[in-house]
């Protein structure tokens, strides 16, 4: 009988085959799979669909290091480190167990859809940094053991849903807690005593909560806790131990009453006398006063703002109003911040703060509400409307001491608005250069060398933030850097260039006057650098950029006038001479003074990073040692760096 059995060159190459270990196709990555095995226990409402239509299996999310081709994923060194699925009408229960295998995912966001039920579980997400939840439909206690696991978690939204029960304690846990939102909830107890040094927001306004508020938290507006009944002590002006109430004796209520009605008849009859007695001499007490200009106006067309002519004299309102549905609606991308619409900003009187080349601002002081400043933007057409929203959104979370932060934005086709904080002392511009006239004194050493620390930490910041934008920052300068009250630098107008035209930026924005630009035509990662280069040697020298840029000369800049200053009359003359506090101090400012040039270097290769910049600026200190050599030199020997002299 026939061998029928399989030859055995067959059964070899079977069993090679079944050892090779078969690939997906190239686009769909590791991370790739996990989102759309997410995506398919996801329950899209209406546009939903539409929304997610990106995420397919035939490319992965991530592009790029840090580029993504599906909607609302972000990437960082090729992997998923956020998901931003926000206003995508989502419905039903949310199941966080698939997204486990993302081991770089930092930060979750599905605010605004109808998710609902209870909390999802995101303890098995312990590398979590921010977690945004607010404005659904979830509903229920939240375990007081959900956030014991959660070390890494710096900011918390859970407002706007129907959540019940106390307020979990774990929250105490992590350390690094920055932001915490549960507002219009129904928790109910007692807060937990948070403690964490870096808080800068706990919004628990319209609960049920009762005791007191913990110490951490007294000195934050009191609008964060407001809508809780039995909420007591500091910033409240409800006081936790109230006097026991006492009744009043009859008698001495009858006499507190006939009081209190004498006094006001007596009032009354004033009234009546002073009416009397100024309608018989009207015509000896009526004094013609003429109307008295101040700087205040009313808004009554934001799109119209920026025609208003600058100088004393202020544009008032008179024309026609926009109607209502053109007027478009103000998106705030602050979630605790106190809201107010466009009809609120049309009410509010405002001043000129200035106009240019980028865009107007003026400074609008609410009815009852705070003081702001609008940002009318001329070339701000770069992108549509998705992409821009997308962009303010990402600014908006965005939070350091030395950035100035976006409140709310304003988006048509036609017009686009900033609204940012107002900050009353100006900027280091003014400081510098309009303060001549000025009682205020001249910014002194330690007061430069605090504002130069301050910016090199916000710029870093950015870089390490927005690594995404080859400039990140892209307009620093004097005048977008607004001093606190204790002199603290604030940046401002930062990270715009995506959403501006190429060629608007290309004609107003600082970076685009850094030396690569006019070789190449395009910035480069250390632009910013360049610019920050520039803005030190201001500082030190209180001299202004654009003096020293004359037409058609290339390096014609502040470091070429510092280098020849230094090398032909020595280093003691390229200082401001109105600069005081320079005692035991020459060493320090001659080193940020190398600082400076190192960042103004031409040849981008040999230009310093802005982390190295940083690292050399922090190690800076206001006084040398007292058996120090004061490092300036009188005579015209220059810098004793190559560097300095030769670019």
Known sequence: MADQSVPWPLQLLTLLLSLI???????????????????????????????LATWVDTRGPCIDQNVSAWAGVYCENGKVATLQLES?????????????GLPSLRALSFSNN????????????????????????????????????MRALKKVWLSHNNFSGPIPTSLTV?????????????????????????????????????????????????????????????PLLVSCNLPEKHKLAPALLVAIILIAVAVLLAVIALIVFLLLRRRNKKEETTVDRPQTSTNSEKIEHLEA??????????????????????????????????????????????????????????????????????????????VGREDFQEHMRRLGRLSHPNLLPLVAYYYKKEE???????????????????????????????TRLKIVKGVARGLAYLYDELPMLTVPHGHLKSSNVLLSSSFE??????????????????????????????????????????????????????KFPADHLAEGSAGADLASWVNTVAGEEGTSKVFDKNMEGTKDSEGEMLKLLKIGIACCEA?????????????????????????????????????????????
């Open 21 to 51: 270990p078969w690939r997906h196709p190239a686009g769909a990555s590791d991370d790739g799979r996990i989102l759309l095995q997410f995506k398919a226990t996801l329950s899209p409402g209406v546009g939903g669909d539409a929304v």
């Open 88 to 100: 995508m009408s989502l419905l039903g229960a949310l199941d966080l167990d698939i997204l486990t």
């Open 114 to 149: 109808s998710l609902e039920g209870g909390i999802p579980d995101f303890t098995k997400l312990p590398a979590l940094k921010s977690l945004y939840l607010s404005w659904n439909r979830f509903s229920g206690e939240i375990p007081d053991g959900m956030f014991s696991t």
């Open 174 to 234: 992590p350390e690094k807690l920055m932001d915490l939102g549960l507002d219009s909830n129904s928790f109910e107890g007692h807060l937990p005593d948070l403690w964490q040094p870096e808080l800068q927001v706990v919004n628990v306004s319209y609960n049920n909560l009762e005791g007191p508020i913990p110490v951490r938290l007294s000195n934050m507006s009191a609008t964060l806790f407001e809508g809780n009944k039995n909420l007591c002590g500091p």
């Open 305 to 382: 703002a920026a025609d208003a002519e600058l100088g004393s004299e202020k544009h008032h309102g008179g024309g026609k109003k926009a109607p209502k549905k053109e007027q478009g609606k103000l998106s705030f991308v602050v979630e605790w911040r106190r809201k107010f619409d466009m009809q609120d900003l049309l009410r509010a009187s405002a001043e000129v703060l200035g106009s240019g080349n980028f865009g107007s601002s003026y400074k609008a002081t609410l009815v009852d509400g705070p003081a702001v400043v609008v940002k009318r933007f001329k070339e701000m057409k770069g």
């Open 416 to 446: 686009k608005l900033l609204i940012t904080e107002y900050i009353p002392n100006g900027s280091l511009a003014h400081m510098l250069h309009g303060n001549r006239g000025s009682k205020l004194p001249p910014l002194d050493w330690p």
């Open 489 to 542: 630098p604030i940046l401002t107008d930062y990270a715009l260039v995506p959403v501006m035209k190429k060629a608007a930026a290309s004609q107003v924005m600082v970076a685009y006057k850094s030396p690569e630009c006019a070789q190449h035509g395009e910035p480069s990662k250390k632009s910013d650098v360049w610019s920050f280069g520039t803005l030190i040697l201001e500082i030190l020298t209180g």
């Open 603 to 647: 040849d981008v290769d040999e230009r310093w990073e802005m982390k190295e910049a940083l690292e050399k600026i922090e190690e800076l200190k206001e006084r040398e040692g007292g058996t120090e050599r004061p490092l300036i030199s009188s005579e015209g020997d220059g810098f004793s760096s190559k560097a300095m002299v030769e670019r």
